[in-house]
């Protein structure tokens, strides 16, 4: 005889299973879709989840699946180009229903920190605190960041943190090829607004999708960049560090990432030199 199971019981079951978060707010009756035709499996491969942070392969992917149609860009970069100001790209993002995370994630994730900051810090995508309060960084990694920053006597209200996508990807998976190139037009808008003398990026994905490099961080960090943006005639010095959700996993990593940010703190200053 089947014994029928309470909400709650339901509910402990899911969580003994491993589910920690609901990502749909109407329920799908699992049993309606047994008949529907199977999809097609290479379309309904799942994005694969690594360590946010983790180092690419040299000449790997960043980005899985195809990408997306050149119309949806460009409807995403006029609409990006029309933000006079941070502010104003804020609320074309919160408008914005072109990116499918939209969808199942609770919060916009935008920025962090100072509009005017001089040095600008970007990683992959919010994960689960930061898409609860919809700021980037405000997990275990965002602290260790915050420290990495104080480090060089940075407070972490004094540069701009932000993500290469503005929605968490369900599972924390890597974001795809689409999700990614729909969100870089507000990205590089960013960018351009912001106007840092440095733009640092955290990690592999966000490496490839701003500098369009594709080799392990390993090799990328401790190296100057030119980050061109469309508009303005000044390239932007760019740098890469380690992930810090990979430095939380890898503290080995630290002393590497201690001299890159000696590193940037001498350019920063450098800058501000120049700028007196
Ligand atoms: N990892 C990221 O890449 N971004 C965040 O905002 C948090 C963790």
Not at 97 to 100: E, K, V
Not at 153 to 158: C, V
């Given at each position: 005889m089947m014994e029928t199971l309470s909400p709650l019981e339901i509910l402990r079951w899911h969580v003994d299973m491993g589910?920690?978060?609901?990502?749909?707010e109407q329920t799908v009756d699992r049993f309606a879709l047994i008949d529907s035709p199977a999809p097609d499996a290479a379309a309904a491969k799942p994005a694969p989840v690594s360590p946010r942070g983790a180092p690419a392969q040299a000449?790997?992917?960043v980005y899985p699946g195809p990408g997306p149609s050149e119309e949806m860009v460009k409807s995403a970069r006029e609409i990006a180009s029309q933000a006079s100001d941070v502010d104003a790209l804020h609320k074309a993002l919160l408008a914005f229903?072109?990116?499918?995370l939209k969808k199942t994630a609770t919060n916009l994730v935008f920025v962090d920190g100072d509009p005017a900051a001089r040095l600008m810090l970007v990683g992959e995508a919010p994960g689960a605190q930061e898409d609860r309060q919809?700021?980037?960084?405000?997990g275990p990694s965002g602290e260790l960041l915050n420290k990495m920053l104080a480090s060089i006597?940075?407070?972490?209200?004094?540069v701009l943190i932000s993500n290469t996508v503005f929605w968490r990807p369900p599972g924390n998976r890597t974001p795809t090829r689409q999700e990614s190139a729909i969100c870089l037009p507000f990205m590089e808008r960013l960018i351009e607004l912001v106007a840092p003398d440095i733009l640092v990026t955290l990690g592999g994905p966000a490496t490839k999708a701003l500098l369009g490099q594709s080799q392990g961080v390993g090799r990328l960090r401790g190296r100057w960049f030119a980050y061109q943006p469309h508009s303005a005639t000044n390239p932007i010095d760019a740098t890469v560090l380690i992930h810090p959700d990979y430095l939380l996993l890898t503290p080995t990593q630290k002393r590497a990432t201690w001299q890159d940010l000696l590193m940037i703190k001498e350019k920063l200053s450098l800058a501000a030199k120049a700028a007196d």
């Open positions: 589910a920690d978060e609901t990502i749909g000449g790997a992917a229903d072109g990116c499918g919809g700021l980037p960084f405000v006597g940075l407070a972490r209200s004094a």
